[in-house]
């Protein structure tokens, strides 16, 4: 078969690629997206539970984790979320606000697939499934790729393969391994967005309460977030958890705060002063779900050591191991579930390979690197999508 000379070869066609594409094609240029998968954007399928977190309204450089926090504000400030909105609302996508400025499709994560297939489709971007990339090789006037369905040669080749995350949903760890060939550095990677496995007697605590939820404040590395907090029969799970699962490294503790914005040395006092005779245990499940009150007390040897003691008898040092528990919860995870069923990896190609102009390498003409295999790792609620959008967007404009 000849050889197919193109403008741009993009392998991965998901949220990043996709977009890279639509971006060149508008500009003219002849594009082939080449993915492995025998569909495009599964990710972008599976995501939000099914609508898709798009983008978040309140979206900042400071959302993003990267070797280089720099790194990720110029390509932000030039494709925003508005421009996304702008995007959803121009293909009549309807969509709404669930919370914390997370935009959802109404109906399903296909409309964004669609917009961004009809995007590719009207500036002729060509779109291939089933093609695996069997080899790269760089020469003075480009790339030759030979792929499961034929050569191509092209000045231009974007990798858009993303990261490590669900394995079974065609993620593999191809963009560092071209990242690799060509001797660019690579930052640790960690499955990030994850829920945290608990062992010995925390994972019998979890274990007993699976399936109860609560809000709560979570810390790791001086990074608070107020979000909900879910037991599982593994260990943590919830918002809060995959929040700080990006900060978090093995060996560190993890904060809880079960009151979140309350201050539970202070409404100790106050029902003291009402001068109520309900037990503790009473008042505070009209805070928090009874079980896990009870549990999170027997837990912590505060079932015996306040039993039969009303309010006014607690001491200054009771009152204290009480907000220890529910207000300073520590604990240290022993793992995290890891990319099974992580929603993204952190790390990956060092920015400080590529430019954050252009996504080009630095040391290797017509090689961009977007999207998630790029070491800038968003928090949970848009922003990861938001980075492909992004990061995609601004290398269309020079590929
Ligand atoms: C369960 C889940 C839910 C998520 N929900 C959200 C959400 O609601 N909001 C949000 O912002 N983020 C969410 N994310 C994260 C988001 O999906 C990713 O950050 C985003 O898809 C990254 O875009 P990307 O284009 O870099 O990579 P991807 O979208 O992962 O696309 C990479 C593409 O490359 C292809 N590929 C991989 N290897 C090869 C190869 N060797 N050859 C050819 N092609 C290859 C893959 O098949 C895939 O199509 C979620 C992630 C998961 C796992």
């Excluded at 939000?48 to 978040?56: D, E, K, W």
């Excluded at 660019?184 to 399936?211: D, Y």
């Excluded at 810390?219 to 593994?234: I, M, V, W």
């Excluded at 978090?248 to 006092?269: E, K, N, R």
């Amino acid at each position: 078969m000849p050889i197919r000379e193109v403008d741009c070869v993009i392998i991965g066609g998901g949220a990043a690629g996709l977009m890279c594409a639509a971006a060149a094609g508008q500009r003219g240029r002849s594009v082939v997206v080449l993915d492995h998968a025998n569909k495009v954007g599964k990710k972008i399928l599976m995501s939000g539970g099914g609508r898709c977190n798009f983008t978040n309204l309140f979206a900042t450089p400071a959302n993003y984790l990267s070797g280089n926090p720099h790194f990720c504000k110029s390509a932000l400030s030039r494709y925003t979320q508005h421009d996304f909105i702008a995007l959803v609302e121009k293909h009549g996508v309807p969509y709404h606000e669930k919370t914390l400025g997370q935009l959802f499709c109404d109906r399903k994560s296909r409309d964004i697939l669609d917009l961004l297939l009809a995007e590719c489709a009207d500036v002729g971007a060509e779109v291939w499934t089933d093609c695996a990339v069997q080899r790269i090789r760089r020469h003075d006037a480009g790339f030759d790729l030979h792929t499961a369905l034929g050569d191509y040669r092209c000045p231009s080749l974007v990798i858009a393969t993303g990261g490590l995350s669900i394995p079974r949903m065609g993620a593999t760890g191809f963009g560092y391994q071209v990242a690799k060939q060509f001797g660019l550095k690579l930052t640790p990677r960690e499955a990030a967005l994850v829920p945290f496995t608990l062992k010995g007697r925390l994972l019998s605590l979890a274990q007993g309460l699976a399936g109860v939820a609560l809000p709560v404040i979570a810390e790791c590395r001086g990074q608070r977030f107020p979000e909900a907090l879910l037991f599982t029969h593994k260990g943590l799970s919830g918002p809060a958890i995959l929040q700080v699962s990006n900060y978090w490294h093995p060996g560190d503790p993890v904060q809880i705060d079960f009151l979140p914005g309350q201050d539970l040395a202070a409404l100790i006092s106050e029902w003291r002063a009402d001068g109520s005779r309900a037990e503790l245990s009473t008042r505070l499940s009209r805070l928090m779900p009874k079980g896990f009150v009870q549990a999170w007390l027997s837990h912590h040897g505060l079932e015996s050591a306040l039993a039969g003691k009303h309010l006014a008898d607690l001491s200054q040092a009771d009152v204290s191991r009480l907000c220890d528990a529910f207000q300073r919860w520590t604990c240290v995870p022993d793992g995290t579930e890891g990319y099974a069923t992580a929603e993204v990896t952190r790390g990956g190609v060092d920015t400080a390979e590529v430019s954050s102009k252009t996504f080009e390498a630095r040391s290797v003409p017509g090689l961009y690197f977007i999207g998630e295999v790029l070491d800038v790792t968003g928090w949970l609620g848009g922003y990861n999508f938001q980075w492909a959008w992004a990061s995609g967007w601004c290398a269309g404009q020079y590929v």
